[in-house]
């Protein structure tokens, strides 16, 4: 179990640059929240629709995060560098508790690796409220930078390999997870095919007729009479020895023979 949030609330209360920290923060947060639980990995997850300023945005968000049950507090940012380039610059996860150190290193080098950044690594911070503030082992991720012209680019084009790296590295921390159990699968009950019901009904009705033993004697006996089939077919019935399959074709034999008399 974990919580997730974004760091900024909306368009223009973050960095911005190539793209909008604030809106792209709310964006992959949520498909974030999504794709963990796709995974089977319990999350909750936090985006703030309410804070008028960012301090009040930060307040929010450390309560928020506080009022969840979980065993890990995650924050999505993108950074920022002084002046606007073209080069990439790249990731880097922050933490202060020294025991998440180790995995921070792992998130970065995931990211970079599945959006193609340079992997700038985990970072111990003791300045940030949310590291600060949050009462579990907590780490800030900052995906890539917005005034990178060439970190823009890649975040675009690898977005959901991005986001597909973050929660697969999330969900290794929980080593104890189950898959979400798949949904049971819809089987209908086929109907019945009408050409299936046309074949059973047919047997049973030929069936029926063969069962008749006094009148297929009869049947047969008028066949002979009229030169269809020779009389061995009446003593082969006589002993038991007549199929449904010999009498259906004596009885097509004695109807050619009607029709060829006519
Ligand atoms: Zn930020």
Known sequence: MLTISAGHYGKGTGASGYMDEG??????????????????????????KQSKNQQQNLT?????????????????????????????????????NPAISSFAQKMST?????????????????NLAFLNGTAKKAILIEVCFVNSEQDVKLYRSNKN???EAIAETLKSYFPNTAPAPPAPPVKPTPAPDPQTITIKAL????????NDKEAV???LKLGIQ???FQPLWLENFDRGQLTLYD????????????ISNV
Request: glycine share 6%; hydrophobic share 40%.
């Open 60 to 96: 929010y968000i450390v309560k928020q995060h506080n009022a969840t049950q979980r065993e890990m507090d995650v924050s999505i940012h993108f950074n920022s560098a002084a002046a606007q380039q073209k080069d990439g610059i790249g990731t880097e996860v922050l933490y202060v």
């Open 203 to 210: 047997q049973q009705k030929v069936e029926a007729i063969f």
């Open 110 to 126: 995931e990211i970079a690796k599945a959006g193609k950044f340079k992997n700038r690594g985990a970072k111990q911070r003791t």
């Open 226 to 228: 009229i030169g269809a």
């Open 23 to 48: 809106e792209e923060t709310v964006s992959l947060v949520q498909e974030l929240g999504k794709k963990l639980q796709q995974k089977g990995v319990k999350v909750n997850v936090i985006i703030d």
């Open 217 to 219: 004697r009869e049947q």
């Open 161 to 163: 390999q991005i986001i």
């Open 247 to 258: 009498y259906i074709a004596l009885t097509t034999l004695q109807y050619q023979k009607n």
